[in-house]
């Protein structure tokens, strides 16, 4: 019996909702001159999990969710020096606690929802839950909207799952029903040359380090192409495995940071949802 039928016979209005993903990642990054803690090539695995639990019965939905994140063995000898810095994420992970295994519990959505009160068509939300700025408005027209779903979507606000920010040319291949390949090219630009080669997902302590890691442009904008292919295979409704690799050409930027200007990522993703 599965958690929506044992939960329909307690209550018809409460639903159970879950997922758990296992990553394993691998980063050759930009290779800096010898230096302490200048290890290029590291790798670690991350685990997220969700459970949550919602009511929904008209005019009233609510819904709350709890989040379990940690990170192991991220490298703790990959934080070189300025200007090199943080030899990928997993040393920015290293450097927010300096511990190699470090995650904590917390909550990641809880609100309530009411419909059609006190105006019929008014839609009142309130609480924390997730939101993505792109979608808003839907056309209706079901390419157009694809395009609105993968591409602007949380282009400015949204969820992080895992996104590399740039231009992309959309090839995208379904060879069998349950296999999806997309292939990406990204050119990468500072603002401005003034500007720095920042790298993260965003806060993640209150005070402290604030998530990201700014490299010096050295009077330059031109930062990199990066070319990247994902697999995707649904084993079944619930389950699949997508495995991606990425290289990147490091541009004027970079070549003035780092003696090899080329880095790979590869990383190995397990998914599960209920």
Avoid: C
């Amino acid at each position: 019996m599965s958690w929506e039928e044992l939960l329909g016979k307690l209550h018809e209005h409460l639903g159970v909702t879950g997922s758990a993903r296992v990553r394993y990642e691998f980063w050759n990054f930009f290779d800096p001159d010898p230096v302490k803690n200048g290890n290029h090539d590291n790798d670690f695995w991350a685990v997220r999990t969700r459970l949550g639990l919602s009511y929904r019965s008209k005019p009233l939905e609510a819904f709350l969710e709890g989040q379990w994140s940690h990170f192991f063995g991220v490298p703790g000898d990959a934080n070189a020096p300025r200007p090199s810095g943080d030899l990928g994420l997993g040393a920015i992970v290293f450097a927010h606690h300096r511990k190699q295994d470090q995650g904590r519990v917390f909550l990641q959505q809880a609100y309530v929802k009411m419909q059609d009160r006190p105006i019929q068509g008014l839609s009142l939300k309130g609480g924390r839950f997730e939101y993505s700025d792109g979608l808003e408005v839907l056309t209706g027209d079901p390419s157009l909207d694809w395009v609105k779903n993968a591409r602007l979507s949380g282009r400015l606000i949204g969820p992080f799952g895992w996104s590399h920010v740039g231009r992309s040319f959309q090839v995208l291949l379904k060879p069998i029903q349950k296999l999806s390949v997309r292939a990406d090219v990204h050119g990468l630009w500072l603002s401005e040359e003034g500007d720095l080669w920042y790298a993260g997902s965003g806060a993640t302590r209150k005070s402290g380090i604030n998530g990201f890691a700014g490299r010096p442009s050295g009077g330059r904008n031109d930062l990199a192409w990066l070319l990247d292919i994902s697999l995707d295979y649904a084993i079944t409704k619930g389950f699949s495995v997508n495995v991606y690799y990425a290289h990147a050409f490091g541009g004027e930027v970079i070549q003035n940071i780092f003696r090899r200007a080329d880095a790979d990522l590869i990383y190995v993703e397990v998914n599960s949802q209920f």
